[in-house]
Structure formats: structure tokens, C-alpha cells
């Protein structure tokens, strides 16, 4: 069973940067889980998909909202997910998940019910 812990959460300035990282534990099944991808939750609203990278393909997937300040990668050497935040705003404020499933697509990477594991979270909290 994969298991996933992220780590990078902070608080910082508005127009800053953050790195999360979402490493995976993985057991000698590693071969299931090929898309990683980061959401996020605030209080009251609905988990979003941020960005999702499917691995075996290297595809990337990004929301409207953080396109071009936001860059997910994956580590194969450390099974580790990045997502470097630049030019934060206080609308990026939310706990990030980091997820894993065994494929996406540009039309289903955001389908966060088709994730079957998750990390515990991390927060983020941007100040303006």
C-alpha cells in the first residue's frame, strides 16, 4: 500500500514561494499509482485539484487559477511529488492534499473521488 506524507506547508508574504513535497512510501507494488496530484481545501468549500502530473507519460495538468505561477514535477529517484508555488496570493491560502491514483487525463485529473490514496495534508497560509 502506497502511502503519502507531505511536507513544505508555511506561511508567508503575498508575491512569495513555497515548495510542497508529497513523498510516497512505496511497498514492492509500486507499479499502480502513475498520477500525483495536489489539491486543496479551505473551510466551507469544496477539495480542488491544483495541479497532477501523470508520471508514466509526464503529462501536466494545472487549474486555471495557478497556471504559470505553479510547477508540478516528480522526483523518480526519491517517489517524491513537488509543487513549487510562486507569486503566492492570499487566495492560495488552504490545506494542500497530494494524491495518487493509477492514471489521469486532461479531463479527469480534477475527479478527486477517482483518488484512492491521500496524504494527511499541509497548511498554507499566504498574508497580504
Known amino acids: 500500500q502506497v502511502q503519502l506524507a507531505e511536507s513544505g506547508g508555511a506561511s508567508v508574504q503575498a508575491g512569495g514561494s513555497l515548495d510542497l513535497s508529497c513523498a510516497a512510501s512505496?511497498?514492492?507494488?509500486?507499479?499502480?499509482?502513475?498520477?500525483m496530484a495536489w489539491f486543496r481545501q479551505v473551510p466551507g468549500k469544496e477539495r480542488e485539484g491544483v495541479a497532477a502530473?501523470?508520471?508514466?507519460?509526464?503529462?501536466?495538468y494545472y487549474a486555471d487559477s495557478v497556471k504559470g505561477r505553479f510547477t508540478i514535477s516528480y522526483d523518480y529517484a526519491e517517489n517524491t511529488v513537488h509543487l513549487r508555488m510562486d507569486s503566492l496570493q492570499s487566495e492560495d491560502t488552504a490545506m494542500y492534499y497530494c494524491?495518487?491514483?493509477?492514471?489521469?487525463?486532461?479531463?479527469?485529473?480534477?475527479?478527486?473521488?477517482?483518488?484512492?490514496?491521500w496524504g494527511q495534508g499541509t497548511q498554507v497560509t499566504v498574508s497580504s
Open positions: 494524491a495518487a491514483r493509477r492514471a489521469c487525463s486532461s479531463d479527469s485529473w480534477k475527479m478527486k473521488d477517482w483518488y484512492a490514496i
Open positions: 502530473v501523470y508520471v508514466r507519460i509526464d503529462d501536466k
Open positions: 512505496r511497498d514492492r507494488d509500486t507499479s499502480e499509482y502513475h498520477c
